[in-house]
């Protein structure tokens, strides 16, 4: 009885539960205008176009349930697509250490992030937002403003491939076993000591410190994790789609809707992993949900805005109310 | 109670949004569907003598040789530019560009510098200043402004980052009495010397849509790929394909801004193609063209009769699929003219005050012959960029 309770507050009652919520509606309303969309393969091939971006909200939730920001992750996977094309340039035998060379490189990125943020203690807002920029300038100045190169088809098998002839499903794609194994992964170290610091440092910096975290570390770990996030999101799109001089434009703010629509808070502290990567499922299936409708093209951001909106401020009116926060409240 | 007046404020919100959803997306679905009223959205973009206009010099012989079309022109009037005339050479050329921000506007753009280093070794160009707005209106008017204030410049070209907020800025740059040079997007204003531009977007929109409707049978399902609205040479582009699939037996599914994004417009694909067929893709530019197409395959549909454009990426697929297709081309080439009109204006020669450049779209006839010329090309360079003659070539397009 407790237990139903419990869980009808959670889903009802706002705070990380919400997104569930949405994430149901949307997909009743996916059901009834095109019941089709749940058959095996169409399912595989939206929840592969998904995975980047889920498993981009798992990075980004280490980054803001800690306390801070990371606006340079869509330069970052653009940045890796275009790195990846100029040094694979179609030689299939480079695919591997090219790879290495982008996570050593979305490693750098997020460890320079987490310095300048903890180190120099400048707001991670200023410090990610610099990085936006140097690395689309810095693209721009290293390819003169248009991409060169080809990915090679090794390089494009994660995104674009899967396991092929199982049944029902056709097949499964690599880039929903990776989502699945990265977000697993994103789970259980929430579940670790380091875990409980980077929520702690997120919640009350002071009371973590004083009680003998290493904050600083945490903080730029959760960059570094941000930073392999954005790698592996380059490559599944580049795998997904292949090289373009737009790839990942704009994506910072999409994945930044999606973990706070998951319930986190901006500011950090609170929200689990598990409900910033549905909120990512749950942007992904909004646009499928438009598609479904055919909505003007001109009309979707506006309504997709007011959606996300509607959706924070209910689950936040609900957090508030001091009966529901003792059930609510996921810390 | 709260909480109950809450979930249904709530449920309100969200009810008034998909009910004005619902309604908005009435007129659309009436405009796709009512043939005899096409472009019933589009009224704002559309212009019908512009549009009959450009469609009619497809087939004008232009003025010039064929072997240098960017110096060709379609009905020119020409203008005399006596006033203009300068001696002694190395003159200062001044060039405020909107932006380099697409793989297009960085092939032209080398075109151009290409262009200029030769004349700047006959002895006709010095100085050659540019700058670079960004696509950003303000930081252009600026940077027009300060060419002006300068004083420097012997000859101003512009390429606007937008038509009506920079006309002012042109016709500031006019009344300074050096000769200004536009070209690619228009202004509100003809003080320029000579406004140089291909045929256009109605004419770019209609060779796709014409081709579509020519291999497709009566019925098919056509989706048209958009960049983004509100920018003239893509409305128009748009426009004209609304004019003809109006007209004919084609039903087209929707219209979907992209941003030019590949994974973007593959997601849309497979989205479109999870709910039904598509027989045929319409785009408003060819960026993305090939993720349009992987679509297919990654579905197991059979190619779509395609409309791309001349960039290199597409048309490498198009040989390699063997899928029926056409390549339109808004004519890259025309980054070339704009400064070999500066030295023709200062030596007082006439220029076109409107020179319209050909615009002929890729067939399948001559698609080879153009892969060949740009083998060594990169995959986002356009095939009809017409620098193969500057002595940079190949170099300065292969290695950007």
Not at chain 2, 94 to 112: K, L
Not at chain 2, 190 to 196: E, G, P, S, V, Y
Request: aromatic share 8%; with cysteine; hydrophobic share 45%.
């Amino acid at each position: 009885m407790t237990r139903a309770r419990r869980l009808g507050a959670a889903l009802l009652g706002g705070g990380t539960g919400t997104v569930f919520l949405l994430l149901v509606l949307i997909f009743a309303g996916i059901l009834a205008l095109n019941p089709g969309f749940f058959e095996g393969p169409s399912l595989m091939a939206f929840l592969k176009q998904a995975a980047p971006l889920v498993i981009l909200a798992a990075g980004q939730y280490f980054v803001i349930v800690s306390g801070n920001f990371d606006l340079s992750v869509g330069a970052l996977v653009g940045a890796q697509v275009v790195i990846a094309a100029r040094l694979i340039d179609g030689e299939e035998s480079r695919t591997v250490p090219v790879m290495l060379v982008m996570l050593a490189f979305g490693i750098g990125v997020g460890l320079v992030n987490g310095l300048i943020t903890t180190v120099l203690k400048v707001q991670s807002f200023i410090t990610t937002l610099g990085m936006l920029l140097v690395l689309y300038g810095a693209i721009r100045l290293w390819t003169g403003g248009a991409p060169t190169g080809s990915l090679s088809e090794a390089f494009r098998t994660p995104g674009r491939l899967g396991i092929t002839d199982v049944p029902l499903v056709g097949q499964i794609p690599w880039a929903l076993l990776i989502m699945l194994a990265l977000g697993a992964g994103a789970i259980l170290l929430m579940r670790t000591r380091f875990g409980r610091i980077l929520m702690a440092s997120g919640d009350n910096e002071l009371a973590a410190k004083l009680s003998g975290a290493r904050v600083d570390a945490a903080r730029t770990a959760a960059f570094v994790l941000s930073g392999v996030s954005a790698t592996v999101a380059g490559i599944l799109i580049g795998g997904f789609a292949g090289v373009s001089a737009q790839v990942g434009e704009g994506l910072e703010f999409t994945v930044i809707t999606a973990v706070v629509l998951g319930g986190v808070a901006l500011g950090g502290g609170r929200g689990t992993a598990l409900a910033a990567m549905a909120g990512a499922l749950a942007i992904e299936a909004l646009f499928t949900l438009f598609n479904q409708m055919a909505l003007p093209a001109t009309l979707r951001p506006a309504v997709q805005g007011a959606i996300i909106i509607a959706a924070v401020a209910y689950a936040a009116r609900r957090r508030t109310r001091p009966a529901l926060q003792t059930t609510a409240s996921p810390s | 109670m709260q909480t109950t007046r809450l979930a249904f404020a709530a449920a309100a919100a969200l009810g008034l949004l998909l009910a004005t959803g619902c309604t908005t997306d009435a007129p659309a679905d009436d405009a796709a569907t009512d043939e005899s009223a096409p472009a019933a959205d589009s009224g704002e973009w559309f212009v019908q003598a512009e549009y009959d206009e450009q469609l009619a010099q497809r087939d004008i012989e232009p003025e010039g040789d064929p072997n240098t079309p960017w110096l060709q022109a379609i009905e020119p009037e020409w203008v005399d530019t006596s006033a203009f005339t300068r001696e002694g050479g190395d003159a200062t050329v001044c060039f405020s560009n909107a932006s380099v921000s697409n793989p297009w506007r960085v092939t032209g753009w080398i075109t151009m510098q290409e262009q200029v280093k030769v004349l700047q070794e006959a002895g006709e160009i010095g100085e050659f200043r540019t700058s670079d707005a960004g696509d950003d209106d303000d930081q252009q008017i600026s940077d027009i402004q300060a060419f002006v204030d300068s004083g420097e410049c012997d000859a101003l070209i512009i390429s606007p980052s937008t038509t009506a907020t920079l006309t002012p800025a042109v016709e500031t740059a006019c009344a300074s009495g050096i000769p200004v040079i536009v070209f690619d997007r228009g202004v509100n204003t003809d003080c320029a010397t000579t406004f140089i531009h291909p045929i256009g977007g109605y004419a770019y929109g209609a060779d796709a849509a014409e081709f579509l409707v020519e291999n497709l049978e009566p019925g098919s399902k056509v989706l048209a790929l958009r960049i983004l609205p509100g920018v003239d040479v893509l409305e128009h582009r748009w426009a004209a394909a609304q004019q003809i699939f109006g007209d004919s037996e084609l039903e087209v599914l929707g219209n979907e801004f992209t941003g030019g994004d590949a994974a973007e417009i593959k997601n849309i694909v497979t989205q479109y193609l999870q709910r039904g067929d598509v027989d045929g893709i319409w785009m408003d530019a060819g960026d993305g063209a090939v993720a349009a197409i992987e679509a297919f395959e990654d579905a197991g549909k059979p190619y779509p009769v395609m409309a791309g454009e001349d960039e290199l990426s597409f048309m490498r697929k198009w040989e390699e699929t063997g899928m029926t297709a056409i390549a339109p081309v808004y004519s890259n080439f025309q980054w070339r003219t704009p400064v070999l009109a500066a030295t023709m204006i200062l030596n007082g020669e006439q220029v076109p005050a409107e020179w319209v450049l050909p615009q002929e779209p890729i067939t399948e006839a001559d698609r080879d012959e153009y892969l060949e010329r740009n083998a060594e090309m990169p995959s986002l360079h356009y095939a009809k960029f017409g620098g193969e003659d500057l002595p940079g070539f190949p170099d300065a397009w292969r290695d950007r």
